[in-house]
């Protein structure tokens, strides 16, 4: 099983329509699932992104076959351009910091540094965002590090806006098929190219 975590859904839609999730109601979340896929709305930030985490580890048995994949988009320093994808490969904190094992070989890996607020600026990393610490901390023992990826699209330049939902969509709809491609690699799939 894929276990898929966005904060909003217009970072999920295109993942959604392109392996025809279908919605469905928990009693705390918005999960979008198909026979392989289960995709969680887990909202803004590093505590409800632990607390969408918890929850799924209270209602399924994660194996190691499983994959867990957080998606989302990112600021980041002028030197990354609107739209681009990126890998973290650490996340940082003000307290912690942490060095993942990136799968990706054609994606740049970055430094991130995850916050509980908007940022407008990063002092020692590539990229900011809310979410990634939250589910790593709660996730890293139920999932192998190989089978652990968090994937991030730059949004702005730590230029701070609140993003009309189609420009979201659009952003992760521009790197559906890459995605796609990485979910494969993380599932252990062999890719053709």
């Known amino acids: 099983m894929t276990y898929i975590f966005c904060a909003f859904e217009a970072e999920a839609r295109p993942i959604i329509d392109a392996y025809k999730l279908i919605k469905q109601k928990s009693d705390l979340y918005t999960i979008f699932t198909n026979e392989n896929i289960h995709l969680i709305i887990s909202g803004m930030g590093q505590e409800k992104a632990k607390k969408s985490a918890q929850y799924l580890l209270s209602k399924v048995s994660v194996c190691k076959d499983d994959t867990f994949i957080n998606l989302g988009v990112c600021a980041a320093r002028d030197s990354y351009s609107i739209g681009e994808l990126l890998e973290i490969k650490s996340i940082h904190s003000d307290e912690v910091s942490y060095v993942l094992k990136p799968q990706s070989s054609d994606i740049k890996h970055v430094s991130c540094f995850s916050t509980r607020e908007v940022q407008?600026?990063?002092?020692?990393?590539?990229?900011?965002?809310?979410?990634?610490?939250?589910?790593?901390?709660?996730?890293k023992d139920a999932f192998l590090p190989e089978k652990m990826g968090f994937f991030?699209?730059?949004?702005?330049?730590?230029?701070p806006f609140v993003p009309k939902k189609k420009f979201i969509i659009e952003l992760m709809q521009a790197h559906t098929v890459e995605i796609q491609a990485h979910i494969k690699r993380l599932q252990g799939e062999y890719i053709v190219r």
């Not at 600026?121 to 809310?130: C, G, H, L, N, V």
């Not at 991030?152 to 230029?159: G, H, I, L, P, T």
């Open 152 to 159: 991030k699209v730059v949004s702005d330049n730590f230029r």
């Open 120 to 139: 407008n600026k990063t002092s020692q990393t590539d990229i900011a965002e809310m979410e990634a610490l939250g589910l790593y901390e709660t996730l």
